[in-house]
């Protein structure tokens, strides 16, 4: 038996000289990470939809932006990127007629099948139909784009962090690559980019690429913060009646709470009186 609690003993001695050891040895020098060093955090913007100081408790959406926004959509980002999560129909909440849905819905072809053959083939969109994808797969995506993968834009907002403010900061984030940083042939320099480098050309970059059906004039700045409404607003559709259904549950609490607070005054005077 003594010679056993030796054995622990000795075993046990020499996991903690090992771990007192390892503790005061000088570590190694942290080499530290260019990425961290050269990546930006999208700036902070006050949004219209986001209300007073973006408390994202009020606000509404600026029909006329979301408008413009799909406009830039339409012209530069749908040649690339789809937003296949988002109905035709749904473009009447950004003010868009019947007509006007009908007839942009007319102008995309849709995957269909053949009545007669049975085998696949492409009709004109309706107002049902959602937006096609612009590639029928990732193989395809990849082939047409030197192996990049062009996201949906439907929920790219949700999907990345800073939201809004993301999309307006990697739009106009494109610029020359520091002398420490090496940008691969193909690639684009981008701090707002995770990676740095981003496979997608700049979309937007210069004033007076398009031209606004309302008359808004004209620049890089303007297309970055209507493209990032926009698709804010394919991110959340009901943003404003998800708001407007909050604010009045906020209230009809307060309310309650007051009645409530006001029954419990009432009955417990009598109690109190009684007792006294």
């Known amino acids: 038996m003594s010679l056993v609690r030796l054995g622990a003993l000795g075993v046990g001695s020499f996991?903690?000289?090992?771990?007192?050891w390892g503790a005061v040895q000088p570590r190694d020098a942290v080499v530290p990470d260019p990425v961290k060093a050269l990546y930006k955090h999208p700036h902070a913007i006050e949004w219209v939809h986001n209300g007073a100081g973006n408390l994202g408790i009020t606000g509404t959406f600026d029909r006329k932006?979301?408008?413009r926004g799909f406009q830039v959509y339409k012209e530069v980002?749908?040649?690339c990127h789809s937003i296949n999560r988002v109905a035709f129909r749904d473009l009447a909440?950004?003010?868009f007629t019947a007509p006007e849905i009908k007839a942009i819905a007319a102008?995309?072809?849709?995957p269909s099948i053949d009545d007669k053959t049975g085998e696949p083939a492409t009709r004109k969109g309706t107002p049902a139909d959602k937006f096609p994808l612009v590639y029928p797969n990732e193989i395809a995506a990849r082939a047409a784009q030197n192996g990049a993968l062009p996201p949906d834009l439907s929920l790219i907002v949700k999907a990345r962090e800073g939201g809004t403010n993301y999309i307006h900061s990697l739009i106009n984030g494109y610029a020359d690559a520091p002398a420490s940083w090496t940008v691969p042939d193909g690639l684009?320099?981008?701090p707002y980019f995770k990676s740095l480098n981003i496979a997608m050309p700049p979309p937007l970059a210069a004033d007076d690429?398009?031209?606004?059906?309302?008359?808004?004039?004209s620049t890089r700045e303007q297309y970055a913060k209507d493209i990032a409404v926009f698709l804010t607003w394919t991110a959340e559709p009901k943003l404003e009646a998800r708001k407007e259904t909050g604010l009045a549950a906020v209230i009809f609490l307060l309310i309650m709470t007051g009645l409530g607070?006001?029954?419990y005054k009432k009955v417990w005077a009598d109690v109190k009186r009684k007792s006294a």
Do not use: M, P, R
Request: with cysteine; glycine share 6%.
């Open 15 to 20: 996991f903690c000289v090992a771990v007192l």
């Open 107 to 110: 102008s995309y072809e849709v």
């Open 65 to 67: 932006q979301l408008q």
């Open 209 to 217: 690429q398009i031209t606004y059906v309302d008359g808004t004039k």
């Open 77 to 79: 980002c749908s040649a």
């Open 261 to 263: 607070y006001l029954s």
């Open 188 to 190: 684009y320099y981008n």
């Open 93 to 95: 909440d950004l003010g």
